[in-house]
């Protein structure tokens, strides 16, 4: 599985961005997907998983409904909306990819259960 993530930049606070990640994988649909975050200095952090089909999400606290995850199976691709960016929105998202299966569930926070990662795309807010 390779993922591809793209869309982060520099943007200040207030301001709304959106990262893609392209899976490259034969059914799309096999796979729950997630967002990570890991900010300089801390350890990574989850952002939020969505469903198979796409029609449930799991999001993390923090994003109190600044950011939407969502995907479209016909084109492989995973995004994540976020709005009202924080300076301390300011890491590296990573997207994630777990292959479907009986014993897994999609709503999950812990990394270990993701079995793919893609490079990263640097989201810097500044104040």
């Known amino acids: 599985v390779q993922l591809v993530e793209s869309g982060g930049q520099l943007v200040q606070a207030g301001d709304s961005l959106r990262l893609s990640c392209v899976a490259s994988?034969?059914?799309?649909?096999?796979?729950?997907m997630g967002w990570f975050r890991q900010a300089p200095g801390k350890e990574r952090e989850f952002v939020a998983s969505?469903?198979?089909?796409?029609?449930?999400?799991y999001y993390a606290d923090f994003t109190k409904g600044r950011f939407i995850i969502s995907r479209e199976n016909a084109k492989n691709t995973l995004f994540l909306q976020m709005n009202s960016l924080k300076p301390e929105d300011t890491a590296v998202y990573y997207c994630?990819?777990?292959?479907?299966?009986?014993?897994?569930?999609?709503?999950?926070?812990?990394?270990?259960?993701?079995?793919?990662w893609g490079q990263g795309t640097q989201v810097t807010v500044s104040s």
């Open positions: 994630a990819a777990q292959l479907r299966t009986r014993a897994r569930v999609w709503a999950t926070s812990d990394a270990s259960d993701f079995d793919s």
């Open positions: 994988v034969p059914t799309f649909s096999n796979y729950g």
């Open positions: 969505i469903s198979w089909s796409g029609d449930s999400a």
